[in-house]
């Protein structure tokens, strides 16, 4: 907990100061989202609120995806000694992080700063080694990446944020806001987080984690092989029963033979790959039909309502009726 949110006298005598990151050919979304929940003024809610410092490395000008530049007020020197410090992103997520920027990351974690990234931010603070023996995220496309350049990070690609204590992360853009409100829970409790939610008319809390939103869509594998075939004809047949031996026999192949080369080739064994085919195809029929839940995982190919339930909530870290309610139509199942 940063040390001017750790007792009510200080809180009385000096708002807590919010330090945001601002860098040149940023996205202007995240830190709008970061000026919009901090940044403004919240007298009705009759809580000691924030003080908001929008910092930048350079004081000049800086370009903003959209075609306007914005000019940061303070630089890292107010960043390292902010109670809380937000990095929305990098400019370059296989790009180096600069030394001084690396530096006031970690003066500012060493004071008892709250450290805390958007999206690919995340890979600032990993430069730092803020994230060296924790669990933390990123969007789901940069998850792979932050795992190989700073291999100590317990990478969980699936939450749509992580706290740990006194670090904290999200994934993408829209995740951030998820994050943001967190943190306005830890500081003033529900009620306050809730009504900051009803004035941007979100959700106080989001069913489910990001892998909901990983793009996963059903296709054909594109090489002529045996394993590619086999796999083609499951995606012609997922309604179907499908056994080791049907893919097999698909593939030419004996079963032994298959399994060694189907988990060669994807990494895992033939039914739980099914499974996850017959979950990705369930995906539209949720999205865009008022198909009862229970015949959409028939229509797949799982055996009982329950088995669907089961395996989609493991999948997705969120129910099939939650989905729909998320991404289509009224739920009639």
């Not at 394993?227 to 179907?240: I, P, Y």
């Not at 029963?241 to 192949?253: E, F, K, Q, R």
């Not at 790959?273 to 539209?284: D, F, G, K, T, Y």
Request: net charge neutral; proline share 6%; hydrophobic share 45%.
């Amino acid at each position: 907990m940063p040390r001017a949110l750790a007792t009510p006298t200080r809180l009385a005598t000096r708002l807590p100061t919010v330090a945001v990151l601002a860098f040149d050919g940023m996205g202007p979304f995240e830190l709008g989202c970061v000026v919009e929940i901090f940044g403004l003024p919240r007298p009705e809610l009759e809580v000691p609120w924030y003080d908001l410092k929008v910092c930048a490395e350079t004081r000049e000008p800086m370009r903003a995806l959209g075609g306007f530049t914005m000019q940061a007020a303070h630089g890292l020197d107010a960043l390292a000694s902010a109670d809380t410090v937000i990095v929305p992103g990098v400019p370059d997520v296989r790009g180096h992080v600069s030394d001084d920027l690396v530096a006031a990351l970690r003066l500012a974690h060493g004071r008892g700063a709250r450290m805390v990234s958007v999206c690919s931010g995340a890979f600032a603070l990993g430069a730092a080694g803020l994230l060296d023996g924790r669990e933390a995220t990123t969007h789901w496309k940069h998850t792979d990446l932050l795992q190989r350049r700073y291999p100590e990070v317990r990478v969980n690609p699936s939450v749509l944020y992580v706290d740990s204590g006194d670090v904290l992360t999200s994934a993408g853009s829209a995740a951030g806001l998820d994050l943001l409100l967190h943190l306005v829970r830890r500081d003033h409790g529900p009620k306050v987080a809730n009504a900051i939610a009803r004035r941007l008319v979100i959700a106080p809390h989001r069913e489910g984690g990001q892998a909901q939103f990983i793009e996963a869509a059903v296709g054909p594998v594109a090489d002529d092989d045996a394993v590619a075939r086999a796999m083609d004809w499951a995606l012609d047949h997922l309604a179907e029963p499908i056994s080791v031996a049907g893919l097999a026999g698909a593939a030419h192949m004996s079963e032994r033979s298959f399994l060694r080369h189907f988990r060669r080739r994807t990494g895992t064994s033939p039914l739980r790959w099914v499974i996850a085919q017959r979950v990705a195809a369930s995906l539209p029929m949720l999205e865009g039909t008022t198909v009862p839940v229970e015949e959409v995982g028939l229509a797949v190919g799982f055996e009982s309502p329950v088995t669907f339930r089961h395996h989609f909530t493991r999948a997705m870290r969120i129910s099939p009726s939650a989905y729909r309610r998320t991404f289509g139509g009224r739920d009639t199942g």
